[in-house]
């Protein structure tokens, strides 16, 4: 258990579903994070949130879209997904705001498959 | 830009050590991290060491750092089969507003023989 919590665990979604995928931190942390991973990929960065703003946005397309309500809470609305969006999506958490390392915790994922 | 490459596979007798390799690109990275991931798992941070060592030891991990070469190895002593994973090899860049932002390799698989 890393403090970070992720629901569902597994997803199946058609193309022309509305989904959203939840993140919740325990940590005390100011900065969350998306990532997707597909097999044979490295991580790629999706977005990032620091105090609840939007700070990077990795040139994800508009067919996702998040949501940071507080410090604690990070969703990821899907609509309109395609096959090639089925991958792993990780949240992660971070202090944030420190002049030393901004360690990222992850939670367990949530397998999606795009239908 | 930045760039993190790992070997992709690994296999050892169980009892014997492993070594995993990464090199990276970004010369200004601060700390590098090695991250494990167990089947159907999210991400476990395993261990990181800041740029300005050349190694750091944590009971059966030691992390070797040679920054003139970038070059950075996990070293797992006495490997168990539950070392079996993905490991990931990962620089800081720096992120906007103070986050971190992360450049991940590719991620190698350690293979554990009985």
């Known amino acids: 258990e890393t403090g970070v919590t992720q629901t569902p665990r597994h997803l199946v979604m058609g193309m022309t579903n509305k989904k959203s995928l939840k993140c919740e931190q325990h940590l005390g942390h100011n900065a969350m994070y998306w990532y997707k991973q597909s097999a044979k990929k490295p991580l790629e960065l999706m977005f990032v949130y620091n105090f609840k703003e939007q700070t990077e946005n990795n040139s994800v397309p508009s067919r996702f879209s998040p949501e940071c309500p507080n410090s604690s809470h990070l969703f990821l609305h899907l609509h309109t997904l395609q096959p090639e969006d089925s991958a792993l999506y990780l949240c992660?958490?971070?202090?944030?705001?420190?002049?030393?390392?901004?360690?990222?915790?992850f939670g367990p994922g949530t397998r999606l498959t795009v239908l | 830009g930045e760039d993190v490459e790992q070997s992709l596979f690994l296999s050892v007798r169980e009892g014997d050590s492993s070594v995993i390799n990464c090199t990276y690109t970004?010369?200004?990275?601060?700390?590098l991290y090695w991250y494990k991931q167990e089947p159907g798992a999210g991400l476990q941070l395993l261990t990181y060491?800041?740029?300005?060592?050349d190694m750091k030891q944590d009971q059966r991990l030691t992390v070797l750092l040679n920054k003139k070469d970038k070059h950075l190895s996990l070293r797992i002593a006495d490997t168990q089969t539950g070392d079996s994973a993905i490991y990931f090899c990962?620089?800081?860049?720096?992120?906007?507003?103070?986050?971190?932002?992360?450049?991940f390799g590719q991620g190698t698989t350690l293979q554990v023989k009985p």
């Open positions: 990962a620089e800081e860049a720096q992120g906007s507003s103070n986050t971190g932002k992360l450049i």
């Open positions: 060491i800041f740029s300005n060592m």
């Open positions: 992660a958490s971070s202090r944030a705001g420190d002049s030393n390392t901004d360690t990222q915790y």
């Open positions: 970004d010369s200004s990275s601060t700390y």
